[in-house]
């Protein structure tokens, strides 16, 4: 072992064990690579003529226009949480379903589908699903452990499900990374990898994990023999629809807009922003002309997004079509402030505001130091290290697809999703993505490897946010073997996903090329 690959060892040691120590995961990624550095300058293994480059690394991070969505859709994601529409949802489907254990634990996995588009939040959404679809399944006779693992997986779905902060994420690092990698290969004019190819690419992957579930929850949970209990209390199909259309409008004019290529990923985030806004709003303004307002704005805006997909989105200023979006814009404003306001009036917005910024400062907080581990990692010529390991293990590309995933499933124990894309992309990522394998693929596969990575025991994060809020009854125990099965089936996804690459390739393919 030479000096070099000693000093690599200890700063990956000396990394986990920073983050295992309950220091902030930021200090810790970027503390232990800057000590490795001056400890290996001093020995005289490492140049710090390296660490010249990152500021000009911290700027390109700050000025990366794709990750302002980040703090919008955490935004969007908040306050759609905060605005209590999910509680509304699930007490339809509860009514809906009428009362059986099946129909209830089916319901709660559609909702969660449905609330992992609109927020994404993993934290927030776990334990939204505790304090209202708990009681809920368990009422309806669902087993503690099936309630507890059906939580935990379906409160990991917008790790998947796009539009996913994770996906952003790794849209970036794929995205430069891939550049570079193919651009050392000799291919100089590589397609270019964006946010809306994960997008699309996720969806077929993320429906087909939904659907195992479905199966396993039906399989599990079949309906007592004797006639089906009718409901007892008959939703009014009005209710039915004006509870679920407005989310619904507003993730197709999200997706919608990225995937028809009307707006860039950060103008779709804004969009979601702004809509969530304008939801919430309207679900707390007891003045009618107020709702009026916020809801023609709000059908202003999916009229303008409509036309842009349909390619009629550009009219001459002077023109009728010219004067009508402005109209509609000046409405998608005027509507805007007034949610605004009225959002602040009732203390909701501070509130989310607040979220927003805590949460946007870790994951920007931890970009920045990863940006410093890649740097250093380099510095020490771990990437040529890594380029050599992997072209000597037995299966090629292959081999080192599995080694990445096997590293990416244990790390999951251990780190958060956002931390495993900043240190495992950029340095493991250049030897397989310089090859003829797809990018979107191998990206996906990251997405679902990451949400295992939320359940496995017993260090999974849905699995702590569970604990924080479920009752004395259910024990850590009950949970580990509730969620057993859910990993099993994630896993059962990611290698149909491996043996079929077309799941994750076809959709953007279609759409984009």
């Known amino acids: 072992m030479t000096g070099a690959e000693g000093f690599l060892l200890a700063m990956g040691l000396g990394l986990f064990a920073g983050i295992l120590s309950g220091i902030p995961a930021m200090l810790a990624i970027a503390g232990v690579p800057l000590v490795t550095a001056l400890i290996g300058a001093a020995f005289g293994v490492f140049d710090l003529a390296f660490l ?34 999910a509680e509304r949802m699930l007490g339809v489907l509860a009514r809906m379903t009428g009362g059986s254990a099946r129909g209830m634990a089916l319901s709660v996995l559609a909702f969660s589908t449905l609330i992992a588009a609109s927020t994404g939040i993993i934290g927030a959404t776990v334990v939204m699903l505790v304090l209202i679809g708990l009681p809920a399944m368990r009422k309806a006779g669902v087993d503690k452990r099936l309630a507890a693992g059906l939580i935990c997986a379906s409160g990991t779905l917008g790790q998947v499900i796009p539009p996913s902060i994770v996906l952003v994420l790794l849209g970036d690092q794929i995205g430069n990374v891939y550049l570079e990698a193919q651009q050392r290969a000799g291919n100089f004019a590589p397609d270019a990898v964006s946010v809306g190819d994960l997008f699309a690419g996720a969806l077929i992957p993320g429906l087909v994990l939904v659907a195992f579930y ?25 209710e039915v629809l004006f509870t679920f259309l407005p989310p619904v409008l507003l993730i197709l004019a999200v997706l919608g807009s990225i995937l028809a290529g009307v707006a860039t990923t950060t103008e779709a985030a804004g969009l979601g922003a702004v809509g969530a806004a304008l939801l919430a709003a309207h679900a707390a303004e007891p003045l009618r002309a107020g709702r009026w307002l916020i809801a023609a704005a709000g059908l202003a805006a999916l009229v303008l997004v409509g036309l842009g997909m349909a390619g009629m989105g550009r009219a001459a200023p002077g023109s009728a079509a010219g004067i009508a979006a402005l109209a509609a814009a ?56 890594v380029e050599a390991w992997m072209a000597a293990l037995p299966g090629g590309t292959y081999g080192a ?56 025991p017993p260090f999974g994060f849905a699995l702590f946010y ?48």
């Open 52 to 85: 010249n480059f990152f500021p000009a690394r911290v700027w390109g991070v700050m000025s990366n226009r794709l990750l302002m969505a980040v703090p919008l859709f955490i935004l969007m994601g908040v306050l759609l949480e905060r605005a209590r529409l």
């Open 214 to 238: 479905a199966v396993y929850v039906a399989l599990r949970l079949k309906p007592a023999p004797g006639p089906a209990p009718s409901p007892r209390d008959p939703v009014p199909a009005g």
């Open 330 to 385: 000046a409405l998608i404003g005027a509507g805007t402030l007034w949610a605004g306001g009225r959002l602040w009036r009732v203390g909701l917005l501070q509130g989310a505001m607040a979220d927003t910024v805590r949460i946007s400062g870790m994951v920007f907080g931890i970009v920045v130091a990863a940006s410093l581990l890649s740097l250093v990692f380099r510095g020490f010529g771990g990437d040529h290290l």
């Open 401 to 456: 697809i599995a080694l990445v995933m096997a590293l990416i499933f244990l790390m999951g124990f251990l780190l958060e999703a956002v931390e495993i894309i900043y240190i495992v992309v950029p340095l493991l990522g250049p030897p397989i993505l310089g090859t003829d394998i797809s990018p979107v693929w191998f990206a996906i596969l990251i997405a679902m490897n990451l949400q295992t990575s939320f359940l496995t």
């Open 466 to 513: 569970f604990r924080s809020v479920a009752p004395p009854d259910i024990t850590t125990l009950d949970t580990y073997r509730g969620v057993v099965p859910f990993v099993l089936l994630q896993l059962a996804a990611l290698g149909v996903l491996i043996a079929v690459p077309g799941l994750a390739t076809w959709l953007p393919d279609l759409i984009f090329r």
